[in-house]
């Protein structure tokens, strides 16, 4: 897993990057790992570009581009600045998909460390990326 380059955000005051942490009223449906703002990030996964998606619509300047694999999985990557165009077709661990975006910054008071979110989709139901 390309990931594995990047340590797992753990509890922090503002949470716990696990799959399946709680959220109070939901629980987390993805891995957080912890990274600078402006790493390069590079596709979780072989596939096209299907997606350049907004995770809040408050915020619109955060970002994901989701990727799906030749299995119909929705690979997607929260808080990055995407360098890349719908239909792009992406390798993994080696064509980069954007930087990662200072997530921190939306949470001030919450004492979050910096991070890229990473979740799978197999149409409605979430997948835990380690098992992948």
């Known amino acids: 897993m390309i990931f594995a380059v990047l340590p797992q955000r753990v509890a922090d005051d503002a949470g716990d990057g696990a799959f399946g942490a709680s959220r109070g009223d ?11 703002t402006g790493t390069g990030i590079l596709a979780p996964c072989d596939g096209q570009v299907t997606k350049l998606g907004y995770p809040y619509a408050d915020a619109l300047e ?3 581009v989701q990727i799906t694999d030749a299995n119909g999985l929705n690979h997607r990557v929260f808080y990055i600045s995407p360098t890349v165009e719908l239909n792009q077709w992406m390798v993994e661990g080696t064509s980069q998909i954007g930087t990662a975006q200072d997530i921190a910054a939306k949470y001030p008071a919450r004492g979050m460390a910096n991070h890229v979110h990473y979740e799978i989709k197999d149409g409605s139901d979430y997948i835990d990326p ?3």
């Open 26 to 36: 939901r629980k987390h449906n993805g891995i957080d790992y912890s990274c600078a």
């Open 62 to 64: 955060y970002r994901y």
């Open 130 to 132: 380690a098992t992948v």
